[in-house]
């Protein structure tokens, strides 16, 4: 069970609580020792007037007749004296009169409300006063248990002579009292206030952390992934200005949203695509020859790499009859899923052509005819289809637009290019002006067909007639067909390391009568 945290506006006002309980403490305790001191500086003020207004009274005779002996007509008026002056003064606690003995200490010649001995702390601050000839206040000292406050102030003669001493006393008690009561009323009105700014400020926290507390609760909305959510707090100050962009912050994760939301059904249709392309790719690639015809007579190799995940290149191998073998290799034009799509088309209509036509200018006419019928419009295909008679070596060919077909020959290793009129690619024009050509094969004889990618990647002018580079290439290699086709891969390879930007096609024929199999 999750344990209740205290809430923002509650820990402010803890804090204001104790804040402000410290402030009147410490404001009443020196306000308090300030008060004291002012009581007391008060009292001995007070003090200091009394003894000063009775020495005025009794200065000259009455001094004289206090001193020389207490005669019933100087003691009483004194005594009348000192009553009126505790009268006046109620504060007053007792006054008395102290004079100097033969034996030199201070003695109690008449007084109100004391009984003192010659060793007391009143007697000693008595002489004090009448050593210096000088009116004197005491701090707060301690006599018989009790703590005092005192003044004193000298009699004099009818000569001016200091001959006694007049002396008042007041509790300091009385200061502590009055200092307490005084303190008591500070602390009450300072809780008072305290008690008042603590809920003043109870509820400005409440106000200020209200928005805090509906910010935390939509972002935890957010969290859980409710984006329409909308602060409406009205205010001109920082949390206003917290809110403003809170709420903006809302609308840019709404809006990162519905772009992460889009881009994920993008992804999704992008990987679908792709899955759709790779299984293209394999319907494609099953189109292909699984194996290539090698008999004793001849041995055929070839390979595709398209530049993207199907392309528009194409090669194929068909038995004629029991000596005659098509071979046929073609470019769609463009790459990629259009020329797959036409390409697909294309493989089933040239079989169906080629077994029934006369020669191979005959089936690439039949071929011609159908695509114009289709009038696929931007699309097209060049084409070289040969056909070889095994046992003579000769070799029939009708080109439509494709590259010119190489010749090594297997006795010198020299490279003829075959640049005859090519005709035009198949799908333009009703008339391609093809024609049928013958070579005639010696033992060893390789014929090198390729797609025009080969020459673009092998030509760094990306000249598409870099056939010489191709045929230089084509001399420095002796090997078979197989090896051949994968040499030239190999060259290509290293020349334009890039994934190619056209499709690469690379077909090898030779020619090997003899009653047993060349590997290839």
Not at 144 to 158: E, M, N, Y
Not at 237 to 242: F, K
Not at 335 to 354: E, K, M, N, P
């Amino acid at each position: 069970m999750p344990v209740a945290r205290p809430s923002l506006a509650l820990k402010i006002a803890t804090a204001n609580i104790l804040l402000a309980l410290f402030a009147v403490l410490l404001a009443g305790m020196l306000q308090y020792r300030k008060e004291r001191r002012i009581l007391a500086a008060t009292m001995r003020q007070e003090l200091v007037q009394v003894v000063t207004s009775g020495a005025m009274l009794i200065n000259g005779d009455r001094a004289e007749g206090l001193t020389n002996g207490l005669s019933p007509g100087v003691a009483a008026p004194t005594t009348r004296l000192f009553r009126s002056l505790l009268i006046a003064s109620p504060e007053v606690d007792r006054i008395y009169v102290v004079g100097v003995g033969p034996d030199g200490n201070a003695r109690f010649l008449l007084g109100q409300g004391i009984t003192a001995n010659p060793g007391s702390v009143v007697a000693a601050r008595a002489r004090e006063c009448l050593e210096r000839g000088s009116p004197i206040a005491t701090e707060i000292y301690e006599d018989s248990g009790v703590q005092w406050f005192s003044a004193f102030h000298p009699l004099h003669d009818r000569q001016g002579r200091v001959i006694a001493v007049l002396g008042a006393d007041m509790r300091a008690s009385d200061l502590q009292v009055e200092a307490q009561e005084w303190l008591e009323s500070t602390l009450v009105s300072g809780f008072a206030a305290a008690a008042l700014a603590v809920l003043l400020s109870f509820f400005l926290a409440r106000n200020v952390t209200r928005p805090l507390k509906l910010m935390a609760e939509s972002t935890s909305e957010i969290a859980a992934g409710n984006l329409d959510i909308c602060l409406n707090i009205q205010s001109h100050d920082e949390v206003g200005e917290l809110a403003s962009s809170f709420n903006r912050m809302v609308d840019r994760l709404s809006i990162a949203a519905g772009d992460r939301a889009r881009l994920q059904l993008e992804l999704l249709e992008k990987q679908k695509m792709e899955q759709e392309l790779t299984l293209a790719a394999e319907i494609q690639h099953s189109f292909q020859p699984l194996s290539f015809p090698c008999s004793p007579w001849f041995c055929t190799a070839a390979r595709t790499l398209p530049a993207q995940v199907v392309g528009g290149d194409f090669y194929d191998f068909f038995d004629l009859d029991e000596y005659r073998q098509g071979i046929v290799i073609g470019d769609v034009a463009g790459r990629g899923i259009a020329a797959a799509l036409y390409l697909a088309r294309l493989i089933s209509d040239f079989r169906a052509s080629a077994l029934r036509a006369s020669s191979p200018c005959d089936a690439l006419e039949r071929l011609n005819q159908q695509l114009l019928l289709r009038s696929t419009r931007g699309l097209f295909v060049t084409m070289t289809y040969l056909v070889l008679e095994a046992q003579t070596g000769e070799v029939w060919y009708s080109t439509g637009g494709h590259l010119p077909i190489l010749r090594r020959s297997g006795t010198t290793h020299e490279v003829e290019i075959l640049y005859e009129d090519a005709g035009l690619p198949l799908g333009i024009e009703k008339d391609a002006m093809l024609t049928d050509r013958k070579i005639q094969l010696a033992a060893g004889d390789t014929l090198l067909l390729v797609t025009d990618g080969v020459v673009e990647a092998l030509g760094p002018d990306r000249n598409v007639f870099q056939m010489d580079t191709l045929a230089q290439i084509f001399r420095q290699q002796s090997s078979g067909a197989a090896q051949l086709v994968e040499d030239i891969f190999e060259e290509v390879g290293r020349i334009s390391p890039e994934r190619p930007e056209d499709d690469l096609t690379v077909l090898a024929l030779t020619w090997t009568p003899q009653r047993t199999a060349v590997q290839p």
